[in-house]
């Protein structure tokens, strides 16, 4: 019985160290964005993801991403499957919203990122033109 408990304290310890390190991970992202600082966000990314996905293409996403929020005032955690986060991020100036994506590795190194839907009152922007 008290290894069940041990092995279930392990487990539990070992993700709740693993969403701080995505919601560091994430709200670091969240900066680095809004100061449009894309190569640092670059090297956030794993090295797998890197060989994936060119530098400059990665500049062109987030910057077109930037040009319609012109930067978000918050992430906020939304749920987490494995290691798949999703988060909700509010713009600064707009009454816009974004669902965030991402897969974080234990070392704070994104996997994947994607934002999924970018909306919401009023004038909300293209987003079918979007292209990764």
């Known amino acids: 019985m008290r290894l069940v408990l041990l092995l279930f304290l392990s487990i539990s310890t070992g993700s709740f160290a693993q969403d701080q390190v995505a919601e560091k991970t994430v709200q670091n992202f969240l900066v680095q964005f809004n100061a449009a600082k894309y190569d640092q966000i670059y090297s956030t990314l794993s090295a797998d993801y890197q060989k994936k996905l060119s530098k400059e293409n990665m500049v062109k996403y987030l910057d077109y991403i930037h040009g319609m929020v012109r930067g978000f005032r918050s992430a906020t955690f939304k749920t987490q499957k494995g290691k798949e986060f999703m988060y909700f991020f509010i ?33 909300p922007p293209p ?3 979007m292209k990764q």
Request: proline share 0%; with cysteine; charged share 35%.
């Open 91 to 123: 713009c600064r100036d707009k009454e816009i919203n974004a669902d965030f994506q991402c897969v974080i590795n234990a070392d704070g190194k994104f996997e994947y990122l994607t934002f999924k839907r970018i909306g919401g009152k009023g004038d």
């Open 127 to 129: 987003v079918d033109n």
